[in-house]
């Protein structure tokens, strides 16, 4: 049966949360501070946080450095994922994938569909691999990222989880997590 199981060690990631916006700061990023609660909370480690414009450059620089930081696990970025025209997260991060995950969307929607029924179509969320790197992509509202990490990503990222976990993926956890 899936689920957490708490006989298995907790094997925390090291996460960079990326919020993606032209209108944000630090004291108005209500989406990225809500990510960085939630998984210090859940007992992962908080490796770097940033806030870059709605540009394709800018979120590939960002995106690049951090995959080449070997501090860093996985990132999780929030905003830019919509049909507006400054919304290019996907247009400027897809690219870099060597792999893309099909079913990080899905799921994501599925879970969005219960909290804000078909309103979910509104986002592109998605989620890949850049390298070795994961990234989750999520929308800029706190309620989606709320969804995104509490129905998704926790469960998702917690090494204990099984009957497997992403957390088995990540290069330093592979032979702890297998």
Same mark, same amino acid.
């Given at each position: 049966m899936a689920?957490? #199981?708490?006989?298995l060690a907790f094997h925390p990631l090291r996460i960079a949360i990326l919020t993606i916006s032209d209108t944000r700061t630090e004291e108005? #990023?209500?989406s990225g501070a809500l990510l960085v609660s939630r998984l210090q909370a859940a007992g992962h480690d908080l490796s770097a946080k940033a806030i870059v414009p709605d540009d394709i450059e800018a979120i590939r620089t960002k995106v690049r450095n951090w995959v080449d930081d070997e501090g860093i696990d996985l990132i999780i970025s929030t905003g830019g994922t919509g049909f507006t025209p400054r919304d290019v997260t996907p247009e400027a991060v897809k690219p870099l994938f060597r792999r893309e995950m099909d079913g990080f969307s899905v799921v994501f929607h599925q879970a969005s569909l219960g909290t804000v029924g078909v309103s979910t179509l509104q986002s592109r969320a998605f989620a890949g691999q850049v390298d070795d790197t994961f990234i989750f992509c999520l929308p800029g509202s706190t309620g989606a990222c709320r969804d995104g990490w509490d129905l998704v990503l926790a469960l998702e990222l917690d090494s204990r989880y099984r009957p497997c976990?992403?957390?088995?993926?990540?290069p330093r956890l592979r032979q702890v997590c297998a």
């Open positions: 689920g957490i #199981d708490k006989s108005t #990023d209500t976990s992403l957390a088995g993926q990540v």
